[in-house]
């Protein structure tokens, strides 16, 4: 395995909440061994740089999802992931807030509804 591969392990792992050595399995299971390669590889580049840190392309990855629309499901991990990388919720609603100005509100609305349902349990149990 290369170093690429090691580090999306790490990165989906994290973002899953799931054992390292379970991610290519859950993967596999999900959308066939290919395309468990390919995911896996492309994270291992895409967190891992020195350019942006995580809590940055938290943010990112968010806005480019509710850009996207449709996407609630990968939505509302990367919230999770996002709060796990020091994003506060008054920064999560503002992004989204903001992104209604560029997005539309369909869609703006619709990730708030999910970035809210997201953070309330996170919030009850801390």
């Given at each position: 395995?290369?170093?690429?591969?090691?580090?999306?392990?790490?990165?989906?792992?994290?973002?899953?909440?799931?054992?390292?050595?379970?991610?290519?399995?859950?993967?596999?299971?999900r959308f066939g061994e290919r395309?468990?390669?390919?995911?896996?590889?492309?994270?291992?580049?895409?967190?891992?740089?020195?350019?942006?840190?995580?809590?940055?392309?938290?943010?990112?990855?968010?806005?480019?999802?509710?850009a996207q629309g449709g996407v609630?499901?990968?939505?509302?991990s990367h919230v999770r992931w996002?709060?796990?990388?020091?994003?506060?919720?008054?920064?999560?609603?503002?992004?989204?807030?903001?992104?209604?100005?560029?997005?539309?509100?369909?869609?703006?609305?619709?990730?708030?509804?999910?970035?809210?349902?997201?953070?309330?349990?996170?919030?009850?149990?801390?």
């Amino acid at each position: 395995m290369t170093d690429r591969y090691e580090r999306g392990l790490d990165a989906y792992a994290g973002q899953l909440g799931i054992e390292r050595a379970t991610v290519p399995g859950w993967f596999a299971s999900r959308f066939g061994e290919r395309f468990a390669d390919e995911a896996i590889n492309a994270a291992g580049g895409a967190w891992n740089d020195d350019v942006l840190d995580l809590r940055e392309r938290s943010l990112i990855v968010i806005a480019a999802l509710v850009a996207q629309g449709g996407v609630e499901v990968r939505l509302r991990s990367h919230v999770r992931w996002a709060v796990a990388h020091g994003v506060t919720r008054d920064e999560l609603e503002a992004l989204v807030t903001l992104l209604a100005v560029y997005v539309g509100f369909p869609r703006a609305s619709t990730a708030m509804e999910v970035v809210r349902a997201e953070l309330d349990p996170l919030e009850r149990s801390a």
